[in-house]
């Protein structure tokens, strides 16, 4: 039983008519959402060029939401890394300060999911720290 309902969802979710939600149940024509599709990066940032921020999301309801909003900030270019956990309803995301800002991550978050989010703290400190030691 188990193993065809993850069949189903994941054979949705190729075919872009999947849930937002596999677990909770949220689907993302119910919730307006368009599928996130993926965003090529062109440029691989080197450790020297990232910022992190900490964000607060609301409207996670499990767990699997989290890896939702995961993927979805991942999938966005300039972002290197993001680790969201649905438990603190946060997310430390690493990105590239020239390609992206975190006012667009996330409003491409909240496009592409319907969660709310804000920024609770940037540490751009990780990129200014390597130029102070040239």
Excluded: W
């Excluded at 994941?10 to 075919?15: C, F, H, P, R």
């Excluded at 300060?97 to 400190?125: C, N, Q, S, W």
């Amino acid at each position: 039983m188990i193993g065809s309902r993850l069949l189903t969802v994941a054979m949705a979710g190729l075919l872009g008519a999947g849930l937002l939600c596999p677990v909770c149940g949220t689907s993302s024509a119910a919730a307006g959402v368009v599928p996130a599709t993926y965003v090529e990066r062109d440029v691989a940032a080197s450790p020297s060029d990232t910022a992190r921020a900490r964000l607060e999301i609301e409207g996670m309801t499990c767990g699997s939401c989290a890896t939702t909003a995961r993927v979805v900030l991942e999938r966005t270019a300039g972002v290197i890394d993001a680790d969201v956990s649905y438990e603190e309803s946060s997310a430390e995301v690493t990105y590239d300060p020239e390609l992206i800002t975190p006012e667009e991550f996330i409003a491409h978050l909240e496009e592409m999911t319907g969660y709310k989010a804000r920024v609770v703290e940037v540490d751009e400190d990780t990129e200014s720290s390597h130029q102070n030691d040239q």
